[in-house]
């Protein structure tokens, strides 16, 4: 495969997205998850969530970051920061939301672009990051 410009910066905001997504993750783990599943349950969402969603981070982020299943891992993370956005951060307007805004194009960009350089997609034949 020739190695272009666009496929490096796919790479790069892959690598990123991925590392932010992971350290997120773990955070949920490290700090005692039960604190996550009472933020969730006073936001009226149902406390197990907090488990999927520090697992899509933390397991996705590793995901993101070798290239396995980066379109379907990119749509989670979209999912996530829209829920994150319009249930914890939206009451602020757009003041405090630049991170999730920065993400969610992020996830957007890989989403509609993939990636395939150095991605584990592109090595097993899957046209998913293509």
């Not at 249930?87 to 991170?99: A, D, K, M, R, Y």
């Not at 969610?104 to 034949?125: E, F, H, P, Q, W």
């Amino acid at each position: 495969m020739k190695t272009t410009y666009d496929e490096l910066g796919s790479l790069i905001i892959r690598i990123g997205l991925g590392l932010i997504f992971l350290v997120h993750g773990w955070q949920k783990f490290q700090g005692g998850i039960d604190g996550t599943v009472g933020f969730f349950e006073s936001l009226g969402i149902p406390g197990f969530m907090a488990y999927v969603v520090a697992l899509v981070e933390l397991v996705g982020g590793i995901c993101m970051m070798i290239g396995l299943g980066t379109r379907i891992i990119s749509f989670a993370f979209l999912i996530i920061l829209l829920v994150a956005t319009f249930t914890v951060s939206w009451g602020g307007g757009f003041s405090g939301n630049e991170l999730h805004l920065a993400l969610g194009l992020m996830s957007l960009y890989l989403l509609v672009a993939g990636s395939r350089m150095a991605a584990i997609d592109a090595r097993i034949g899957r046209s998913e990051s293509a």
